[in-house]
């Protein structure tokens, strides 16, 4: 289980809503796993093709979210998640990604500065990282 991350980095959530859509600055690609797909499709009663499109060359992702006109991802009501407890993966590691780098045999956790959330609130340990990285990996 070896993976860096930023030491003494703070994050708390503020609920803004930025990472569920589209910005000036960035489009937003909400990539989904197909059991993460299935899972949304089962607890809502709506088929897959409802909310997200096929996509390729992404694995292990195969879905991207549907947005609506605005750019938002569809399950964004009122500046919340309606799916909540169903949110992708994705959606539970923002602002942190986790990327994996062949020449080292390690995982990164890297993270941007779009979201208002760092810098604020509690510092992130190891084992909030690790924490993640589980999640990431039980996943998968």
Known sequence: MDFTYPVDLQFDCNRCGLCCGDTKQKT??????EA?????????S??????????????????EMKKTSEGKCVYLKDNQCSIYPLRPLICMFYPFELKFDEKKGLHNFDFTLECPGINQGKVFHKKDFKKLFELAQGSL
């Not at 937003?28 to 796993?33: E, V």
């Open 36 to 44: 993460e797909a299935k899972k949304i499709a089962s607890h809502t």
């Open 46 to 63: 709506r088929l897959i093709p409802d909310f997200s499109g096929e996509i390729k060359d992404k694995l292990p992702y195969v879905y």
């Open 28 to 33: 937003r690609h909400i990539l989904l796993l």
